[in-house]
């Protein structure tokens, strides 16, 4: 049997929205949020982030503060960054997507229409997740370490220029790959078994809905607990070119366009110093080797089908 949001939660709700998300529709959104949280139901506030705030911070002092169910309105970047912030905490983590993929949210069946996903918040029973790190850094999608950093860069690039979509994300990558292309010589070590590796971009997956979307083997070995790591075979620019564009038809093969290793241990050293990883989309410059693995710290997010109250 459901149980009501209202009558299991301890305290109030923030909302943290994001306005620079990917859909655009911030106006749409915080009226709905407005309205919903005015309901004695779910009392709340709104925490609208700015240029300049932390929104890690905000999400930090309303765990702190006491706030029972704490919402995070936009893509998956806004979405990781308060769910590392609330991870291991007693608040309870509700999801309005608003970006331009949303997979983390589409993973759980929250629906992308914002009065849906309120009704899950407001209905919805909590699921219990372990998240990816990377050197403890929180993942809830994917991370990677290469070239993937430099299409992220000119995809806002060209976000900017032509605006939001999928199409333009797509285009990012291409024209990225035909600028910079840097191959790495890379120390991969996987549960404990190391091995040289020639390549431009290492990716690696916590989510199972995500690879199954892009017709990528690994997705059974993610539900098993484990990580998948994607390695791109590195055959020069215009293959890589090729593998992009195949990916975007969900026609990449294991075996042709990455080497497949999962494991829940991993570690990639590639001898180059600090250097831009993605975690989420998000880029950030961190500092080799890369230690990747469960954290065992558990985060619990409102969904449709969740397993607890």
């Known amino acids: 049997m459901q149980v009501p949001r209202a009558e299991t939660l301890r305290s109030r709700t923030?909302?943290?929205?994001?306005?620079?998300?990917?859909r655009g529709d911030t106006a749409r959104i915080l009226s709905a949020l407005k309205d919903?949280?005015?309901?004695?139901?779910?009392?709340?506030?709104?925490?609208e982030v700015r240029a300049g705030d932390d929104l890690a911070d905000a999400a930090r002092r309303a765990a702190a503060s006491g706030c029972g169910t704490v919402i995070a309105v936009g893509g998956d970047g806004t979405i990781s960054t308060v769910a590392e912030a609330l991870a291991g905490t007693p608040a309870v983590l509700g999801v309005i997507p608003?970006?331009?993929?949303?997979?983390?949210?589409?993973?759980?069946?929250?629906?992308?229409?914002?009065?849906?996903?309120?009704?899950?918040?407001?209905q919805g029973r909590a699921k219990a997740l372990d998240l990816g790190t990377i050197n403890g850094r929180v993942f809830l999608n994917n991370?990677?370490?290469?070239?993937?950093?430099?299409i992220r860069r000119q995809r806002e690039e060209t976000y900017r220029r032509f605006g939001r979509s999928?199409?333009?994300?797509?285009?990012?990558?291409?024209?990225?790959?035909?600028?910079?292309?840097?191959?790495?010589?890379?120390?991969?070590?996987?549960d404990g078994a190391s091995r040289q590796m020639r390549s431009s971009l290492v990716f690696v997956c916590a989510s199972a809905y995500?690879?199954?979307?892009?017709?990528?083997?690994g997705a059974d070995a993610i539900r098993d607990g484990k990580l998948a790591v994607y390695v791109s075979r590195d055959r020069g620019r215009w293959q890589l070119i090729r593998h992009a564009v195949r990916l975007a038809l969900r026609?990449?093969?294991?075996?042709?366009?990455?080497?497949?290793?999962?494991?829940?241990?991993?570690?990639?050293?590639?001898?180059?110093?600090?250097?831009?990883?993605?975690?989420?989309?998000?880029?950030?410059?961190?500092?080799?080797?890369?230690?990747?693995?469960?954290?065992?710290?558990?985060?619990?997010?409102?969904?449709?089908d969740g397993d607890m109250p």
Do not use: K
């Not at 919903?36 to 925490?47: Q, R, V």
């Not at 608003?98 to 899950?120: C, H, K, Q, W």
């Open 14 to 22: 923030l909302a943290i929205v994001n306005p620079g998300s990917g």
């Open 36 to 47: 919903w949280l005015a309901d004695p139901a779910h009392p709340g506030d709104i925490h």
């Open 98 to 122: 608003a970006g331009t993929f949303n997979y983390f949210a589409r993973s759980l069946d929250i629906p992308e229409e914002t009065d849906a996903a309120l009704e899950v918040i407001a």
């Open 143 to 150: 991370a990677s370490v290469g070239i993937y950093s430099r």
């Open 166 to 190: 999928r199409i333009a994300a797509y285009w990012s990558v291409l024209r990225a790959i035909l600028r910079i292309y840097r191959p790495m010589r890379l120390m991969l070590t996987v």
């Open 210 to 217: 995500q690879v199954e979307q892009f017709g990528m083997d």
């Open 251 to 304: 026609g990449v093969e294991r075996g042709r366009d990455f080497e497949l290793v999962t494991g829940r241990d991993i570690t990639l050293d590639t001898r180059r110093g600090a250097q831009h990883v993605v975690r989420d989309g998000e880029v950030e410059r961190m500092r080799g080797p890369y230690r990747i693995a469960r954290s065992g710290v558990r985060l619990r997010v409102l969904c449709p």
